[in-house]
């Protein structure tokens, strides 16, 4: 029997279930849209677990391609030798992956993709002999994993304070220049193209020659669903190609359908010089990273002058033939279901959906972008979060899981989910924030 508690062996990552004194929530099977509850409770996924199922749960094509590929060929390294599947799999995401994003490499997880992103940005000017580029970008509240690059580039300053000095050179995108505002959220929709020249700023501040690369999440998830102004990743862009910057988009939320598009690069119609991507990759079913680059950047360290050819990296699971198996069939689920425009379709019913709550207690701001939402709380004083974690409990008991993060609470439902599914969710959150002190 399993009772988790703080004397459990298991170190729970994050710090809500403690900071309430909560034992997490358990659940024991899933299917589809739901999770079975360890009291066999079906619960419905709001979240697609962690932004990552997005076929759904224990699809059988998924399932049956691990089973198989684990009983015919369980590993085989990616140093020196290879196997066809990681190389079929890759042919796939490259033909789906936005305009010119020719390469892809094989990461076990966000994080893991971030930091080889910005592995990739340094090496990448290197080989081309501008090796004083070595700042890196990123943008206040933008969240890109918890290795030393990612929380370094990442906006959280709790998520790094206790680190120390990080990755050098590090400067960040501000969310506003109104003070009090935060553009993302509400106040400053139209003026995208102006806050985007933040960037200039920072280009004034430290000197184009010095900065590698700017990394952001084109819709910001985990810091609460923050979807950019009008105009402003183009024009990210426009200020990147003129001082040679790099733009990395991290759509490790926004990847594979989650806007109602591939990527979120097509949504925007803007693309980046790096992608990093993992989560959707494989349906979150078995860890699996993937960062894809545009050829001139690949092949400028890749088959650039002998002594640039140092760029070590690689992963022991690098494209390990499993995921890469179950990545293949979560393709295939993808396209034949229609999954990846399924955002699109279903964007204006979630959006009713969603805003239908707007008089319900304590929302202060609802946003959706595809087939994600946020409906944010008023925060009770001095006990910021506590008002959306016990939304998220009552949730739980009501048999629907959401997502919290601070006083927001997110949503992201796997792509196959129903209207009336979308209308179990809002009842349910209806009626909890009745609930709710
Ligand atoms: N980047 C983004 C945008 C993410 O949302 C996340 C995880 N939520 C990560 C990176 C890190 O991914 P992982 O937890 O798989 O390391």
């Not at 094989?106 to 080889?116: A, I, L, Q």
């Not at 929709?189 to 000197?207: C, F, K, S, Y």
Request: hydrophobic share 40%; glycine share 10%.
């Amino acid at each position: 029997n399993v009772k988790p508690n703080d004397l459990s062996a298991f170190w729970m990552p994050f710090t809500a279930n403690r900071q309430f004194k909560q034992a997490p929530r358990m659940l024991v099977a899933a299917k589809d849209m739901h999770y079975t509850a360890d009291d066999g409770r079906r619960v419905l996924d709001g979240t697609a677990g962690l932004w990552c199922v997005n076929a759904g749960h224990c699809r059988p094509k998924i399932t049956e391609a691990i089973q198989n590929q684990a009983a015919e060929l369980d590993y085989a390294p990616a140093f020196q030798m290879g196997h066809p599947i990681v190389f079929e799999f890759a042919n796939r995401l490259v033909d789906m992956a936005p305009e010119g994003m020719d390469h892809v490499f094989f990461t076990n997880s966000g994080s893991e993709s971030v930091d080889t992103a910005l592995k990739i940005a340094l090496a990448y000017h290197r080989a081309k002999g501008d090796g004083a580029r070595f700042r890196l970008i990123g943008r206040e509240r933008g969240y890109h994993g918890v290795n030393f690059g990612g929380i370094s580039v990442g906006g959280i300053v709790a998520n790094r304070k206790m680190f120390g000095t990080l990755l050098t050179g590090v400067d960040h995108l501000a969310h506003t220049h109104l003070p009090g505002k935060n553009a993302f959220i509400r106040g400053e929709p139209e003026h995208g193209g102006d806050l985007a020249d933040e960037l200039e700023r920072i280009v004034t501040l430290h000197d184009a020659s010095t900065i590698a690369a700017v990394i952001v999440e084109p819709v910001a998830g985990s810091t609460g669903v923050l979807i950019p102004p009008k105009g402003y990743l183009k024009r990210l862009r426009d200020i990147c190609d003129k001082h040679g910057i790099l733009l990395i988009f991290d759509e490790v939320i926004t990847g594979f359908g989650r806007l109602g598009t591939p990527f979120a690069a097509d949504y925007f119609d803007v693309v980046p010089d790096i992608m990093t991507t993992a989560k959707g990759v494989t349906n979150g079913v078995i860890p699996m990273g993937a960062v894809f680059v545009k050829k001139e950047i690949h092949d400028a360290f890749m088959n650039g002058p002998e002594h640039l050819i140092e760029f070590f990296h690689g992963y022991t699971y690098s494209g390990n033939p499993i995921a890469s198996a179950a990545g293949i069939a979560t393709l295939e689920t993808y396209k034949e279901e229609g999954l990846l425009t399924r955002g699109a379709e279903l964007g204006p019913y979630w959006e009713d959906a969603l805003h239908s709550l707007k008089e319900a207690p304590y929302v202060i701001d609802i946003r959706n972008i595809g087939l994600v939402g946020a409906i944010e709380l008023e925060p009770i004083a001095g006990q910021p979060t506590k008002r959306a974690f016990s939304a998220f409990l009552k949730a739980f008991e009501k048999g629907v899981l959401i997502r919290t993060t601070g006083d927001i609470i997110a949503l992201s439902p796997p792509l196959i989910i129903e209207k009336g599914q979308i209308d179990e969710i809002v009842d349910c959150l209806r009626e909890v924030l009745r609930m709710v002190d």
